[in-house]
């Protein structure tokens, strides 16, 4: 048996893409109980039995990073500052497919696609859209976000779209310094409007971060307009735009 499939031994961790699996060991020095840590932080905190289990939205209130969002305060703010549009591309998307009723107040029966690592996760959200008879318009693709081509993904979708980056920065940065910053530009190149948001404190709540980010604000000011930059619980969210 290799490490990847050592690690995999653990349910939680079984159908995580191998390039994630092999990016944990090898930042552990391919210690498989540190890989296992790793990953637990990054995306096994996340797979509660009420989440892998739940195909509504009641599940929105289960999961560590969307328990305390409000979904109509966002996708409010995220409507009135980019107005209709065709698409919705949700990168490291996590258990949002299950606030499509909250997008479609807003965006009507938009066209949304999720990206996401952790396979159980994706299969939530496909079930979802599955049972709710959306799986032609809506579902989650299984991508490591660090492997995907998102620029070649987002020339396909030839509609108007936003696209949402909701707490994916910390796990990216953690696995490659500074490939938030190439990983927005990539973004922007191919969409005007983009949404990011990062935790202020951990999941627990119990420990705050550095709010300023300022070695990522000073990045996003001098390449983007930031439409709307505002907090909801221990989220803070920027709207940005491609400047012209």
Same mark, same amino acid.
Not at 9 to 37: H, M
Not at 48 to 65: I, M
Not at 89 to 117: A, H
């Given at each position: 048996?290799?490490?990847?499939?050592?690690?995999?031994?653990?349910?939680?961790?079984?159908?995580?893409?191998?390039?994630?699996?092999?990016?944990?060991? #090898? $930042?552990?020095?391919?210690?498989?109980?540190? +890989? *296992?840590?790793?990953?637990?932080?990054?995306? !096994?905190?996340?797979?509660? @039995? $009420?989440?892998?289990?739940?195909? &509504?939205?009641?599940?929105?209130?289960?999961?560590?990073?969307?328990? @305390?969002?409000?979904?109509?305060?966002?996708?409010?703010?995220? /409507?009135?500052?980019?107005?209709? %549009?065709?698409?919705? /591309?949700?990168? !490291?998307?996590?258990?949002?497919?299950?606030?499509?009723? /909250?997008? *479609?107040?807003?965006?009507? #029966?938009?066209?949304?696609?999720?990206?996401?690592?952790?396979?159980?996760? %994706?299969?939530? !959200?496909?079930?979802? /859209?599955?049972?709710?008879?959306?799986?032609?318009?809506?579902?989650?693709?299984?991508? &490591?976000?660090?492997?995907?081509?998102?620029?070649?993904?987002?020339?396909?979708?030839?509609?108007? *779209?936003?696209?949402?980056?909701?707490?994916?920065?910390?796990?990216?940065?953690?696995?490659?310094?500074?490939?938030?910053?190439?990983?927005?530009?990539?973004?922007?190149?191919?969409?005007?409007?983009?949404?990011?948001?990062? +935790?202020?404190?951990?999941?627990?709540?119990? $420990? =705050?971060?550095?709010?300023? *980010? =300022?070695?990522?604000?000073?990045?996003?000011?001098?390449?983007?307009?930031?439409?709307? &930059?505002?907090?909801?619980?221990?989220?803070?969210?920027?709207?940005?735009?491609?400047? $012209?």
């Amino acid at each position: 048996m290799n490490l990847i499939e050592e690690v995999r031994r653990k349910k939680q961790f079984a159908e995580l893409p191998d390039s994630v699996v092999k990016r944990a060991l #090898d $930042k552990s020095g391919n210690d498989v109980k540190g +890989a *296992r840590s790793l990953l637990r932080k990054y995306f !096994g905190v996340f797979l509660s @039995n $009420k989440v892998l289990k739940g195909v &509504d939205e009641s599940v929105l209130k289960s999961h560590l990073s969307s328990k @305390n969002r409000d979904y109509d305060l966002v996708y409010s703010k995220i /409507f009135e500052k980019v107005g209709l %549009v065709g698409s919705i /591309f949700d990168l !490291g998307c996590g258990v949002n497919p299950l606030s499509y009723e /909250f997008i *479609r107040k807003y965006f009507g #029966d938009v066209y949304y696609v999720g990206v996401e690592g952790v396979g159980q996760l %994706v299969d939530v !959200g496909n079930d979802y /859209f599955e049972e709710k008879g959306l799986d032609n318009l809506c579902y989650v693709l299984h991508e &490591d976000l660090l492997d995907f081509d998102v620029g070649d993904f987002l020339k396909k979708m030839n509609k108007t *779209r936003v696209v949402f980056m909701f707490q994916i920065v910390d796990a990216l940065e953690f696995f490659e310094k500074d490939f938030s910053k190439k990983f927005l530009l990539e973004v922007s190149r191919n969409s005007e409007f983009f949404v990011l948001s990062f +935790a202020l404190k951990s999941l627990s709540g119990k $420990k =705050k971060f550095d709010v300023s *980010r =300022k070695w990522l604000l000073g990045f996003i000011e001098d390449n983007f307009e930031i439409l709307e &930059d505002f907090q909801n619980n221990n989220e803070r969210f920027l709207i940005l735009k491609n400047k $012209k």
